[in-house]
């Protein structure tokens, strides 16, 4: 038996692919999390009121993600609602973070893979308009750029964010920047609908050269946003079954009634089932639970999409094109939320500590993230993180078997299995500092 | 921005770490006409730092056996190492697992016989290898990755926190005791300490902007001790710390003892790797941006 192995780049952390084959046969497929630096251990004894400004540290992709479900756990356990005001603050934060890991993944991670080149920033730009628009390379880093500057316009801190306090926010954001920034994201939403096309396009062209779309299988689906526009701070996650009808819908708190999740001896994250079944996370699963986006831009792709590939659609490849529908969606959500007032002063309401268990979750763009804090006389005595990539685990292992058994046979493997394993892995844009931390 | 062989060559080798520091090196574009990036596994992919690398940004902590490999034979190549972030200087967030307690945890439950091997902590870069420039913060502003790679010895910044939050520093306004954030709104444009906020800005090294302060939230220290302080031992700067809230509130000093050695405050937990066994003198202010 002979063990192929392949390092990964251009995804968030450290990881690897090991393929166990034996006569030609692909025996096993593991994805590998090959670092891991222990959080659930060491927040214990944590302040819970430190907590919302340690735990961003998990990740700084997903940093922001952390931070809100953070403030959202502890607020379960303190019995605190914040302010409409704080609410707005917090969603800023979450699309700002959607914008940046959907512009990411999107150019930095995988646009690269369809025009052959090793980054972003090795692409050849020759066929570029000096005269009349930036390059590809540069625009996408605009694009992206607005992510980031709408988390630190709403979150302080620009890669861990430290505005969203237990009961409320720091403080709002005053009108000039907020017009500043509602300018810069109108500017560039078309920047935004234009490399998207393109990248859409690219994709096509993709498909048809080599033939695939990757694991197209039917698989189950979780996420927690709402059905006719995404939330990203609902309180409800839903799993829908591979025939499109909905199978499930609980709070966080129930999640271990409905979520297998098993630890494995070959990596230092685990994985989950949806009762044993292999599930996904991520934008494909919301963009089969979402009815409508709720914004103009977004649902024209939103029936671009289902009119081209149908309704639950199933091909791996289609996460990359449903985050560019989630970029678009949020960059007119955040121009909606930027139009109203955010200045005035009710950010936060006092509360008091308690002894109790609380559980908070966001739709972080990687899916439902879950933190799960058991607090006694104000200090941290568990901590769990139920991480999105740890939900999709079993599909990327599915998806990198099927594409083994592509390219390798009997006689010779296909070197092609290099890059599908890179196109697999990658269209689950999997999180390893946050799927081990 | 396309590959030119006229332009320097850096590389970014990513150990234990969030990859924070990369996200806020992206976000800092500037760089893409003056350095060609040859390796960065987060955005290029290559799998090997190449050779004729000028300088070597190192992030995270050194918390596995790989890492100690890819960190000694990166550091072989380049012309100039730069432990860039918290985690690589002195730990990090992740360095809160130096407890005992915590240890034995981990390590009976987490140790996996073929993947890298966890250590017994996490550990700064340069327990291992020679550091020429230290760029801390968690993570580093894009403005001080810009000085890092292109003029560090010209970069000039506010010497503490203090000086580049704007908060006016009130002398009839004292709290009697640590509040955090139980009481609700964060009144604007008024010094934290004056709140009741164990805010650490005024011996932390400036260069961040106070973009945690300006908002709102106490400084954490995650830039570490500044000029004053950084060659001096720990206590010094607890005693420095102590003294501003004694001089500014009417906090009990217990009280704010306490809090400042509370091993869990996420202040400690920016700063205290240092070399306990090692035995190495502390880093020289004029390696430290």
């Known amino acids: ?35 891991m630096r222990g959080f659930r251990y060491f927040m214990q004894g944590t302040s819970a009121e430190q907590m919302p400004v340690i735990v961003p540290r998990i990740c700084g992709v997903c940093s922001t993600a952390h931070h809100v479900a953070s403030v959202k756990a502890l607020e379960n356990i303190f019995d605190v609602e914040p302010p409409e005001l704080a609410r707005e603050i917090r969603e800023l934060l979450l699309l700002g973070q959607l914008i940046q890991n959907q512009a990411t993944s999107l150019f930095i991670f995988t646009m690269p893979d369809r025009v052959g080149a090793s980054s972003l920033f090795h692409m050849d730009e020759s066929e570029a308009d000096p005269d009349h628009q930036l390059s590809l390379a540069r625009r996408s880093l605009k694009v992206r750029q607005v992510g980031t500057n709408l988390i630190t316009l709403a979150g302080g801190q620009f890669i861990h964010p430290v505005k969203a306090v237990i009961g409320g926010v720091t403080s709002g954001i005053q009108r000039e920047p907020a017009e500043a920034m509602l300018k810069d994201i109108e500017a560039l939403l078309p920047v935004a609908c234009e490399l998207f096309d393109a990248y859409w396009e690219m994709s096509m062209a993709m498909g048809e050269r080599i033939g695939t779309w990757g694991d197209d299988q039917p698989a189950y689906y ?80 939103l029936e671009k999409l289902t009119h081209t ?28 939320i930027l139009a109203k007032d955010l200045d005035y002063e009710d950010t936060e309401v006092p509360y008091t500590l308690k002894d109790g268990e609380g559980y908070g979750l966001v739709e972080a763009p990687r899916g439902p ?13 568990e901590a769990e993180f139920v991480i999105p990539t740890v939900h999709n685990m079993l ?37 390893i500092a946050c799927a081990t931390q | 921005m396309p590959e030119n062989s006229t332009l320097p060559r850096f590389a970014v080798l990513q150990l234990s770490g969030c990859a924070g520091c990369e996200v806020s090196l992206i976000n800092a574009s500037e760089w893409v006409d003056q350095y060609q990036l040859v390796y960065m596994p987060l955005v290029v992919s290559t799998h090997a730092v190449p050779e004729d690398t000028e300088v070597l940004l190192v992030s995270g902590g050194v918390r596995n056996d790989e890492d100690i490999y890819n960190l000694r034979r990166a550091v072989e190549i380049v012309d100039r190492v730069v432990a860039v972030g918290t985690c690589a200087i002195s730990g990090g967030v992740a360095n809160l697992g130096d407890r005992d307690d915590v240890r034995a945890m981990f390590m009976a439950g987490q140790d996996r016989h073929h993947l890298p091997h966890l250590l017994p902590k996490s550990h700064p870069v340069d327990s291992f290898v020679n550091v020429d420039l230290y760029l801390p913060g968690c993570p580093p502003t894009p403005e001080l990755f810009m000085a890092a790679l292109l003029d560090p010895e010209n970069y000039q910044a506010s010497g503490i926190v203090c000086g580049e939050c704007g908060r006016k520093k009130l002398k009839d306004m ?73 001089r500014m509130t009417d906090i009990p ?37």
């Not at chain 1, 094109?321 to 121009?335: D, M, N, P, Q, T």
């Not at chain 1, 993230?369 to 607090?375: A, P, Q």
């Not at chain 2, 260069?207 to 500044?226: D, E, K, Q």
């Not at chain 2, 000093?253 to 700063?271: G, K, V």
């Open chain 1, 1 to 35: 038996m002979a063990i192929l192995r392949f390092p990964l780049s251009r995804i968030e952390g450290h990881a690897r692919v090991e393929m166990e084959v034996h006569d030609g046969q692909v025996m096993t497929a593991h994805f590998q999390a090959i670092e």
């Open chain 1, 222 to 301: 979780i996420a927690s946003t709402g059905r006719t526009r995404p939330r990203l701070d609902s309180d409800t996650l839903r799993v829908l079954g591979p025939d499109g009808v909905e199978r499930a819908s609980f709070p966080p708190r129930l999640f271990r009634s409905y979520l297998d999740y098993e630890d494995t001896a070959y990596s230092y994250a685990g994985q989950t089932s949806y009762q044993g079944q292999v599930m996904r996370a991520n934008s494909l699963a919301r963009m089969n639970l979402a009815l409508s986006m709720g914004t103009p831009l977004a649902d024209g792709y």
């Open chain 1, 309 to 336: 590939f149908g309704k639950p659609a199933h091909p791996i490849l289609l996460f990359d094109l449903c985050r560019g529908i989630e970029l678009v969606y949020a960059f007119e959500r955040a121009l909606e």
């Open chain 1, 369 to 381: 993230l879950i933190h799960h804090y058991i607090v006694t006389d104000g200090l941290v005595r």
């Open chain 1, 395 to 431: 599909a990327i292992e599915r998806a990198l078997k099927v594409a083994g058994e592509r390219y390798i046979s009997p006689e010779a493997i296909n070197l092609e299995l290099e890059k599908a394993v890179g196109r697999v892995v990658r269209a689950f844009d999997p999180c």
């Open chain 2, 174 to 246: 004292r709290p009697q005791h640590l509040v955090g954030f139980q009481q609700g709104e964060v009144l604007p444009d008024i010094c934290l300490i004056n709140q009741g906020y164990l805010c650490v800005g005024s011996s932390v090294r400036g260069g961040c902007r106070a973009i945690c302060t300006r908002p709102g939230h106490p400084c954490v220290g995650c830039r570490g001790p500044s000029d004053a302080y950084i060659e001096k031992e720990s206590q010094v700067w607890f005693d420095r710390v102590q003294n501003v809230f004694e």
């Open chain 2, 253 to 289: 000093p217990d009280e704010i003892r306490d809090a400042l050695h509370s091993p869990q405050l996420s202040m400690f937990l920016f700063q205290f790797t240092d070399y306990a066994d090692a035995n190495r003198p502390p880093r020289p202010k004029e390696k430290v941006l």
